[in-house]
């Protein structure tokens, strides 16, 4: 069974049409991350949420905004998509730190791809 | 700063072969490693975890070894099938400091029949 599932998996939008992202997860993780994926690149981080505690990269551009309403989902805001933000979005998870068997590991989606026309 | 950088960049063989990728890490103090294989248009999957005192791990035809000294891991495939072609991704841990884990570039592997 999907443990972090995305929606939509694909999206196509008009450069300036604002797009929202989902990620829920079954898993109670405390930590969700959202990250960027261009073609042949490693994911680049945008921003991640520990617990209720939001954290944006520095070079995360302002157009990237996000959303965790409850422990089990989360959103990415694109406010105004533009042509560069065409790109693989993808959604993990990870247990908080120091807890009980944490690995550190990721769970990811299965992304979110996102065109802009 | 943390980084991790992986050879080669793209690789392929043909089906049946055995192939080796690399990772180097800088990643300080360290806590664990994970290889992620990415299909194409899919979310990584975790392969193995290594943490500092495990040398080798396997799961069916991937082997990862891991040598804390010389802050290296490779990720051993054997005995390749058309289904191993996909991104490899290195990403690696640090107990100190930051939890945000530091990705590689990644592999990409193609395997021809």
């Not at chain 1, 965790?68 to 998509?81: A, E, G, K, V, Y």
């Not at chain 2, 040598?67 to 640090?94: E, G, P, W």
Request: with cysteine; net charge positive.
């Amino acid at each position: 069974d999907a443990m972090v599932i995305q929606n939509p998996r694909y999206q196509v939008t008009q450069f300036g049409k604002p797009v929202t992202l989902s990620c829920s997860q079954t898993l109670n993780h405390n930590v969700m991350y959202w990250y960027q994926q261009k073609s042949s690149q490693a994911p680049k981080l945008l921003f991640h949420y520990y617990d209720k505690d939001f954290n944006n990269e520095a070079d995360t551009p302002d157009n990237f905004q996000s959303r965790r309403p409850n422990t089990s989902f989360c959103f990415l805001d694109i406010r105004s998509p533009g042509l560069g933000d065409a790109a693989m979005y993808l959604c993990a998870t990870s247990r908080a730190r120091g807890a009980s068997g944490n690995t550190g590991e990721l769970f990811f989606g299965e992304g979110s791809r996102l065109t802009v026309l | 700063k943390n980084q991790v950088e992986q050879s080669p960049q793209s690789l392929i063989i043909l089906e049946g072969k055995n192939c080796t990728l690399q990772c180097n890490y800088t990643v300080s103090p360290f806590s664990n490693l994970r290889w992620y294989k990415q299909d194409t248009g899919r979310g990584p999957v975790s392969l193995t975890i290594m943490t500092f005192s495990e040398n080798t791990k396997s799961n069916g035809r991937y082997t990862a070894t891991l040598d804390a000294d010389t802050k290296q891991s490779s990720l051993h495939i054997t005995a390749s099938q058309l289904s191993d072609s996909a991104s490899y991704i290195c990403v690696v841990s640090s107990s100190g400091g930051s939890y945000i884990p530091t990705f590689g570039r990644g592999t990409s592997l193609i395997v021809h029949p």
